[in-house]
């Protein structure tokens, strides 16, 4: 229950905080954005881990979520880029084959071959979408 208390007390001093500092808050979300579905799944791991009683079966369940999450982001990523985009002819292939077979493995070795290869684009400020539209 301390845990929870803790949990509880930081949310509401990063609310006070971003409140008081939207530059703060755009920081951290561009700084965040490229993990916040991993953030996600792990603090929901946590806290089911907290309020259940069998903590390990919840946090494994969190663990197999988190990795089927990562995934299905990654393998979806893989199949909307064209055959062009790799450099040898059965590349996506054997990518597809990997993340396939050895899916933890997979995922994190094409995870770090796509931020090499294609860096995350910057995501543009509220403002400049509320023009635009």
Do not use: N
């Not at 808050?25 to 069998?54: H, K, M, N």
Request: aromatic residues 14%; glycine residues 6%; charged residues 15%.
């Amino acid at each position: 229950m301390a845990w929870l208390m803790l949990f509880v007390a930081l949310g509401v001093t990063l609310a006070f905080a971003f409140t008081a500092r939207p530059d703060l808050r755009a920081r951290v979300y561009e700084a965040a954005l490229p993990f916040l579905p991993w953030v996600v799944c792990g603090l929901a791991a946590i806290v089911a881990g907290l309020l259940a009683e069998t903590g390990a079966a919840s946090v494994v369940v969190g663990g197999v979520l988190l990795v089927l999450m990562a995934w299905l982001h990654e393998f979806a990523f893989l199949m909307r880029q064209g055959d062009d985009a790799f450099p040898g002819r059965f590349d996506k292939l054997i990518w597809a084959f990997l993340m396939i077979v050895l899916p933890p493995v997979g995922v994190l070795a094409f995870w770090s071959y796509r931020r090499a290869h294609w860096p995350l684009a910057k995501p543009s400020p509220a403002s400049i979408a509320h023009e635009l539209s």
